[in-house]
């Protein structure tokens, strides 16, 4: 079945930290192009961190850089990302997904044209 699974979310205080996983099944992660997203309530779906096809170099959003780190682990078929210094307005759903175009863009921390997605993991901060 080919699905993508993310893991690891909660509820933190601020200033907190988290690590999500995404696991992928019945495909390989390393042949698609990745993103890692966010959706707050009551507001639409932004980008937070993607990486393309072939290339290790990671894209974040303006919010989460210095704080959020996304990395691969090809043996695992599986995409993290680190959750440092959280902030009440991080609460979301985050969810990962695949594009498998190699032309998907990757910019500012959103991948366009994902294609499968995960069901998401809730992350709430809150003291």
């Known amino acids: 079945q080919v699905q993508l699974v993310e893991s690891g979310g909660g509820l933190v205080q601020p200033g907190g930290s988290l690590r999500l996983s995404c696991t992928a099944s019945?495909?390989?992660?390393?042949?698609?192009?990745i993103g890692w997203f966010r959706q707050a309530p009551g507001k639409q779906r932004e980008g937070v961190s993607c990486?393309?096809?072939?290339?290790?170099?990671?894209n974040y959003a303006g919010n989460a850089k210095g704080r959020f780190t996304m990395s691969r682990d090809n043996d695992k078929n599986a995409v993290y990302l680190q959750l440092n210094g959280l902030k009440p307005e991080d609460t979301a759903i985050y969810s990962c997904?695949?594009?498998?175009?190699?032309?998907?863009?990757?910019?500012?921390?959103?991948?366009?044209?994902?294609?499968?997605w995960g069901s998401g993991a809730q992350v709430s901060v809150s003291s």
């Open positions: 997904a695949v594009a498998a175009s190699p032309a998907a863009l990757c910019i500012g921390g959103n991948l366009a044209g994902a294609q499968l």
């Open positions: 990486m393309k096809i072939g290339n290790p170099d990671t």
């Open positions: 019945g495909f390989r992660l390393n042949d698609y192009s």
